[in-house]
């Protein structure tokens, strides 16, 4: 279940492929000293831009809307790191997954019993049948009095299978799949430093127009969540960067205030995870121009703004 256990259970892959919305990535990787899995060092790497829509991640509904595409892309950077890989790891952004940490006053002995229990708890807010679902989960903290927090990832069995199927296509077995926040956030020290801008690390380079196509990702995928949400963001827009800060535009503002003041945490997260970057973000006015065709052509989404426009209609349910 954990991915510890899978890397223990079989020889590390030899590459990395990593599908973001935006490009393919892969990086090669050779022994160092020390025992298996320790002292690894890069032998090359290769990036491939992907066209806006290739990949769009969701929860939900269909990842990877133009497999070919894809396919020839993870197989192009594979052919220009010099060697050829049987076995890699997969890395996958994390919006095609759920990340929550769940908390037990007591833990079962038997790993069975544990895994059931983890299964049972994420029945309750998981937004597609559990039956359907790939579970991973981590142990975070244990407290004296024997309670235990775990993190855990979920995401659709179908989904996960739409990126395994692009390495196929190229060649290439995914032996390891994990998540793109994950891998991030076990760099440790090293991410820390790419944070404050110290060397170690490559920084990603966040352009606006990356900003604005990212922008495009997470309405759709927030439509499918919330459409009283994703109402309120398509009525809005990124209109300049400052430095990491996005500076996003609302016509509204109700939802400028909303957003700004209870939800730039969720908004932050969100687009960081699209962007492949941590970024902050700044809720501004704007006056839409004298004469602008309206942002939303859906009519469900023309509806909920309407709604969520008035506060005496809003009923917030957490």
Request: aromatic share 4%; charged share 25%; proline share 7%.
């Amino acid at each position: 279940m954990s991915l510890l256990a899978t890397w223990l259970a079989s020889p590390p892959p030899d590459a990395a492929v990593e599908i973001a919305p935006e490009r393919v990535s892969a990086a090669a990787v050779v022994p160092g000293r020390g025992s298996r899995g320790a002292g690894l060092a890069f032998q090359a790497h290769a990036v491939e831009s992907l066209p806006p829509g290739a990949v769009v991640p969701s929860l939900t509904s269909q990842n990877i809307l133009d497999p070919t595409t894809v396919a020839a892309a993870v197989r192009t950077v594979l052919g220009r790191l010099g060697t050829r890989p049987a076995r890699v790891a997969l890395i996958i952004p994390d919006l095609a997954s759920k990340v929550s940490i769940l908390k037990f006053d007591q833990v079962p002995g038997r790993r069975e019993d544990l895994d059931q229990l983890v299964r049972w708890q994420l029945k309750k807010s998981a937004p597609f049948p559990i039956d359907d679902a790939c579970i991973t989960y981590t142990p975070g903290i244990r407290e004296a009095s024997g309670a235990a927090e775990f993190v855990v990832a979920v995401a659709r069995r179908a989904a996960i299978e739409e990126y395994e199927k692009a390495c196929a296509a190229a060649g290439v077995y995914a032996g390891l799949v994990d998540l793109a926040v994950r891998r991030a956030a076990a760099n440790g020290p090293a991410a820390e430093r790419a944070s404050a801008g110290g060397a170690g690390v490559p920084q990603t380079l966040v352009t606006f127009d990356r900003v604005r196509h990212a922008w495009s990702a997470l309405v759709e995928r927030t439509k499918e969540l919330s459409v009283g949400k994703a109402a309120q963001l398509a009525d809005a827009e990124p209109v300049a960067m400052e430095g990491t800060v996005v500076v996003i535009g609302f016509a509204d503002e109700f939802a400028r205030v909303l957003w700004q003041d209870k939800r730039r945490p969720e908004l932050e997260e969100q687009l960081s995870a699209l962007v492949g970057a941590s970024v902050r973000v700044r809720c501004v006015k704007q006056q839409a121009p004298v004469g602008a065709t309206p942002a939303l052509e859906d009519p469900m989404l023309r509806a909920a703004l309407e709604t969520f426009r008035r506060p005496d209609r809003i009923l917030e349910v957490e």
